[in-house]
Nanobody
Framework: QVQLVESGGGSVQAGGSLRLSCAAS?????MGWFRQAPGKEREGVAR???????SYADSVQGRFTISKDNAKNTLYLQMNSLKPEDTAMYYCAADRTWSSNSCRARSTRDFGYWGQGTQVTVSS
């Protein structure tokens, strides 16, 4: 079992920045950030694989940066130039064993471990 605990959400004006954190109870090979706005499906934001390779949704490319501190089993998401459309509940998710290719390719529903979420609200 893997426990994931997110933190760092909050309210910010458009153009501002936030940094999300996700503390994992143990090492995980693949981790990702996802978000869900009211009335919309959960969508992928960014992922980081065991080899450190990263992937991003087009909507956040160039504005968000995913990183991981393996010594602390902690995932981060640095969010800059925030827009109102970034408003959502943000979740981290993980898998303990996936290869780097699987980490990039697996669907959202394939992730077996999820945090409780942290709310991000961006006002215009």
């Amino acid at each position: 079992q893997v426990q994931l605990v997110e933190s760092g959400g909050g309210s910010v004006q458009a153009g501002g920045s936030l940094r999300l954190s996700c503390a994992a109870s143990t090492y995980t090979a693949c981790m990702g950030w996802f978000r869900q706005a009211p009335g919309k499906e959960r969508e992928g934001v960014a992922r980081i694989a065991r080899d450190g390779s990263t992937s991003y949704a087009d909507s956040v490319q160039g504005r968000f940066t995913i990183s991981k501190d393996n010594a602390k089993n902690t995932l981060y998401l640095q969010m800059n130039s925030l827009k109102p459309e970034d408003t959502a509940m943000y979740y981290c998710a993980a898998d303990r064993t996936w290869s780097s290719n699987s980490c990039r390719a697996r669907s959202t529903r394939d992730f077996g471990y999820w945090g409780q979420g942290t709310q991000v609200t961006v006002s215009s």
